[in-house]
């Protein structure tokens, strides 16, 4: 685990920029909001906005990103108010709280905005339940709010805005269906279900922080869109909390609140939760954790008794969410893995084309967009592939054949790379072998994902020929997939 946080690429140092930079836009907000005159409560407020705003808002390109930002308090702010105005009304609050999860997690249907919206919604209701927030404290926090929001979005869009020098990401669409054959939808009831279940388990084991166990059971459904994925993150949330309370034993309750040394610990928690998200959902639980009791040591309600139920709020919510996926209209790690590896497929095909189109003398071809496109498509990949090559896994025989097919897509994804760079090359010059290699490399996609036969290639390249060494490696490759990939029951990994 600590190898794979410290130890883990990080091409142009995006993670630690996107970490520090949230660091500046946080601390600042939260100066900002004290500044301002806003009480504690307010500032924690208005730093958590700042937070999630930094943190979830992922669409591709600066603007795309802007706007939503903008819409974020249209969401939050009705939220906010029908959270502090059932604060006494325990049946109508616990039902709208319910509503909220499953609208959120129906809202990624539309892709990264819907995702930011989503999460927005559920995480304002639930910083309500854990402020206790009450109706005439609403013209402060909807300050608060606002003002973080605006400090956090002169930091990312005006004061370093890095994203602006760097192509639109590519974010590949959620998959598609209708009705209840549309993941997001299935998973909006798995989700709206499972929190159910955690909000009547969380009150009988706390009436004041049962929302903790709604709170896990929705961040354990968050990126995920299989069975396998969703029991894979309980584990690690689970796992993340508990380090994170050793932790907070250690470092949190001795504070006691002290202001200087926990706001530079706050500093370093919101570091680590940037900068470890995207290689270790562990790490990044770890963090929030120990950032949750540090801002409960700054209201002063810290102590052992109460991370002890924060463990224990955390454990049902993380069985509610298990008992949702295996019963609540199942999706299986099979269906979702199989779909991602199509996908990424298809766009080794596209970006052959792209680049033999290249080669051949078409300027407008770019393969470049496609390599960018297979990168986050295999991420997908390696996601939905998690729950089968986890050290916990008992069946060793898939684990060995998940491991196999990510091999091989790197594979395919290192020479697609290397022909982008070849034909970017405007040396570079079109043969027939060139054109036959395409599209072989073409037709062995297309046989991979129709289910015919595929023969390995037998000319050896040259090393003066490059665009025709990283062709037959994509052949290879492709041809070595095809056991892996297939089993009797069809080309499925995780099949008989």
Known sequence: MLKRVFLAPDPGGARLRFAVRAVLGIGLAVVVCALAGHSLVGAVTGGLAA??????????????????????????????????????????????????????????????????????????????QFLHATPRQLPELYAAVLLSLLTASVVRFGLWCYERRLPPAPVPAPPGGRGLARVTTRQAIQATAGAGFALVMGQLVSGQRWYWAVGATWWIFVNTTSRGETLVRGFRRVLGTVIGIGLGLLVAVPLEGAGIPTAVLLAVCVFGIFYTAAVSYTWMMLCVTVLAELLYGLLGVLDPALLALRLAETGVGAFGAVLAVLLVLPVTTHTVTDAWIQ?????????????????????????????????????????????????????????????????????CAREIRGLAAVAADPEASHDARLAAACWRVEAAVEALTGGTEITAPTEQPTAADPALAHLHGLERALAELAQPLRTPSGSRLVGA
Do not use: I
């Open 51 to 128: 937070l999630l705003a930094l943190f979830t808002v992922t669409d591709a390109t600066v603007r795309g990103q802007a706007v939503t930002t903008a819409l974020l308090p249209v969401v939050g702010f009705p939220v906010l108010a029908a959270a502090a105005e059932l604060h006494d009304h325990p049946v109508a609050r616990d039902l709208t709280f319910l509503a909220v999860v499953g609208a959120g997690v129906y809202a990624r249907r539309w892709g990264p905005r819907g995702h930011s919206l989503g999460v927005f919604a559920f995480m304002t209701f639930f910083v309500a």
């Open 343 to 411: 996908r990424a497929l298809r766009c080794v095909h596209a970006a052959t084309a792209e680049a033999a189109a290249r080669l051949a003398g078409d300027q407008t071809a770019d393969p470049a967009s496609r390599v960018a496109e297979l990168e986050q498509l295999l991420g997908r990949v390696r996601l939905s592939v998690a729950p089968l090559v986890h050290p916990l896994n008992p069946m060793p025989a898939r684990k060995r054949r998940a491991r196999r097919v990510l091999a091989l897509l790197d594979d």
